[in-house]
């Protein structure tokens, strides 16, 4: 995953263009799979992590 992360910061650097539809149209993909990478990463990052309780909302009851 670090190496899709890398070889789209490449992409991005190189990226060249004009503003208005040719922006769109080259940097529309590159946004496309930052959001899928990052969701990625998120989703792996969450099922090694325990799940954490938003701050402020209720302990769960405890079962006896």
Request: aromatic share 4%.
């Amino acid at each position: 995953m670090a190496r899709d992360f890398e070889a789209l910061k490449a992409r991005v650097q190189d990226v060249s263009y004009k503003p208005g539809t040719d922006a769109l149209r080259r940097i529309g993909p590159l946004l496309l799979q930052a959001q899928g990478l990052t969701a990625t990463a998120m989703v792996r990052l969450t099922a090694t992590r325990p799940a954490l309780r938003p701050s402020g909302a209720p302990k769960p009851a405890r079962r006896r």
